[in-house]
T-cell receptor, first 116, second 111 residues
Framework: GAGVSQSPSNKVTEKGKDVELRCDPISGHTALYWYRQSLGQGLEFLIYFQGNSAPDKSGLPSDRFSAERTGGSVSTLTIQRTQQEDSAVYLC??????????????FGEGSRLTVL | ELKVEQNPLFLSMQEGKNYTIYCNYSTTSDRLYWYRQDPGKSLESLFVLLSNGAVKQEGRLMASLDTKARLSTLHITAAVHDLSATYFCAVVRSGTYKYIFGTGTRLKVLA
């Protein structure tokens, strides 16, 4: 696609349920990032992928959070046993990382998660 | 730990006025980015600054980077209502691909 695509755009779930959020990056972008943005707040780094590997998982808040990327393309962020504090907008971004590239991040529209 | 701080956090200004938003960061970096976020929307790239002394301008916005001072500025000239948004800077620590975002500056331009 032309841009970064995220689904679902909105998800309401009950506390304790598992959720999966999906990100389809711009074709050819090797790097993929997940951020979390709580209401009125800045962006909290969660994890990034270079290809299918995740060199930096340091931002994942707890072991309830996991992410994978397959085929160097689509990524899934999974939150198990959701808690109310997980409510936020989850933003995905991709970038074509190379020596000649500016490294600019392109963001999707986000997945808004509400945990009741 | 790389920290990125912006000030002010909130800015309310009259149309036609000038103002500057500051972005300070705590470690070596040679790349800095500015993004704009409208309410309920995602982030849109504004400027990419890749070297010390870089200056970029687009319309009423001008961004600059001083890597020695670890400081970037986003200057607004003769503000208009359409510039109302939240502005974020982001820094990449040298040798990594981890982008850390600033706290954001919520700008409101009053007509």
């Amino acid at each position: 696609g032309a841009g970064v695509s995220q689904s679902p755009s909105n998800k309401v779930t009950e506390k304790g349920k598992d959720v999966e959020l999906r990100c389809d990056p711009i074709s050819g972008h090797t790097a993929l990032y997940w951020y979390r943005q709580s209401l009125g707040q800045g962006l909290e780094f969660l994890i990034y992928f270079q290809g299918n590997s995740a060199p930096d998982k340091s931002g994942l808040p707890s072991d309830r959070f996991s992410a994978e990327r397959t085929g160097g393309s689509v990524s899934t962020l999974t939150i198990q046993r959701t808690q109310q504090e997980d409510s936020a907008v989850y933003l995905c971004a991709s970038s074509r990382l190379s020596g000649l590239n500016t490294g600019e991040l392109f963001f999707g529209e986000g997945s808004r998660l509400t945990v009741l | 730990e790389l920290k990125v701080e912006q000030n002010p956090l909130f800015l309310s200004m009259q149309e036609g006025k000038n103002y500057t938003i500051y972005c300070n960061y705590s470690t070596t970096s040679d790349r800095l980015y500015w993004y704009r976020q409208d309410p309920g929307k995602s982030l849109e790239s504004l400027f990419v600054l890749l070297s010390n002394g870089a200056v970029k301008q687009e319309g009423r916005l001008m961004a600059s980077l001083d890597t020695k001072a670890r400081l970037s500025t986003l200057h607004i000239t003769a503000a208009v209502h359409d510039l109302s948004a939240t502005y974020f800077c982001a820094v990449v620590r040298s040798g990594t691909y981890k982008y850390i975002f600033g706290t954001g500056t919520r700008l409101k331009v009053l007509a």
